[in-house]
């Protein structure tokens, strides 16, 4: 016996939906995160995939990007790793990150464009930006209070006029 032993006529055909979200800020986290050889076989990448979190109707889409940090190219270097670590610290992520799994499962926001320039029968989305969620960027202000001698660890650091909930406006 083969080792699928699969009937699809148990099944509904679903279809795979590449069509682009909309341009603008969604709440999204890293599934995936692995370093990989270029193509050329010269350099190396960090390729990522993000899964949409908000808003709802676009929940579990899935964005892709990818990051030079090897390439014969000194400014595919420098590109890629100015990307990396705006998403570094987006993350809340300073100073070293030694394996890529470090950036897993951690909300972000990202803004999306859409391009068409590789295919432009087959436009995708694209992230421009990396930005840190509300409850990041309150985490980061309290370590920065906390380095910089403002209050003493396990005091209450300053606190901005955030909302108790993590919704971006979209």
């Known amino acids: 016996m083969g080792d699928l032993n699969f009937n699809s006529d148990e099944h509904k055909p ?8 909309p341009e603008g800020e969604y709440k999204a986290w890293i599934t995936e995160a ?3 050889s270029t193509k ?21 889409k899935k964005v892709f990007d990818m990051f030079n940090i090897q390439n014969p190219s000194a400014q595919a270097v420098e590109i890629g790793l100015g990307q990396l670590s705006a998403l570094c610290k987006a993350l809340g992520k300073s100073g070293i990150v ?3 799994s470090e950036l897993l499962n951690i909300e972000v926001v990202v803004k999306l464009k859409i ?3 590789y295919d432009p029968s087959k436009p995708q989305n694209k992230v421009v930006k990396y930005s840190p969620t509300k ?10 209070a906390i380095t910089s001698g403002v209050v003493a660890p396990g005091e209450a650091a300053p606190v901005d006029d955030f909302p108790d909930d993590d919704d971006v406006n979209f």
């Open 34 to 36: 692995r370093v990989v």
């Open 135 to 144: 409850a990041t960027q309150r985490a980061l202000d309290k370590l920065a």
């Open 14 to 21: 679903k279809d795979r939906d590449f069509t682009p979200v």
């Open 115 to 117: 391009d068409d320039s």
């Open 40 to 60: 050329a076989g010269d350099g190396k990448m960090l390729k990522v995939t993000l899964e949409l979190l908000e808003p709802v109707e676009f929940a579990r």
């Open 98 to 100: 030694e394996d890529s």
